[in-house]
């Protein structure tokens, strides 16, 4: 279930690129998270972390969409090969992006998607 490893490198540059192109994101800063369980990835349907997450899972995560933004933790746990989450987003102008979150307590452990958004996928894999 928690298979896949891909570089993530590349990512600030990506993120700039964006930007320059009018799509927003934002690493997310001490928002509560305490709504999503031990294990799981959470992304919540707001920019926020506000309420409980509208879709969590201990696996995989595939083609979710929001026009409100969405807020992606993952609160995994160590587990080699397989505690990291590798997301891939699509937006309505077409933009993509991607990255990869770590587990808590790491740094870069959430990440909030702004506008019109699909969470075409969120992954489990190995390190970053």
Known sequence: ?????RSSAGIGTAAVILMA????????????KGDCPREYVCVWNNTSF????????KGNLYN??????MSIFNNGTAYPGGDHIRW??????GQTSSG?????PDAGNSFILYGDVTLN????????
């Open 100 to 104: 990869c979150l770590h587990y808590p």
């Open 88 to 93: 891939r987003a699509t937006w309505s102008s």
């Open 1 to 5: 279930m928690r298979t896949g490893i």
């Open 21 to 32: 192109a009018g799509v927003v994101m934002a690493p997310s800063a001490s928002a509560a």
């Open 121 to 128: 996928s969120a992954v489990w894999g190995g390190e970053c």
């Open 50 to 57: 506000d309420g409980a997450p509208a879709w969590k899972s």
């Open 64 to 69: 979710l969409k929001s026009s409100a933004g």
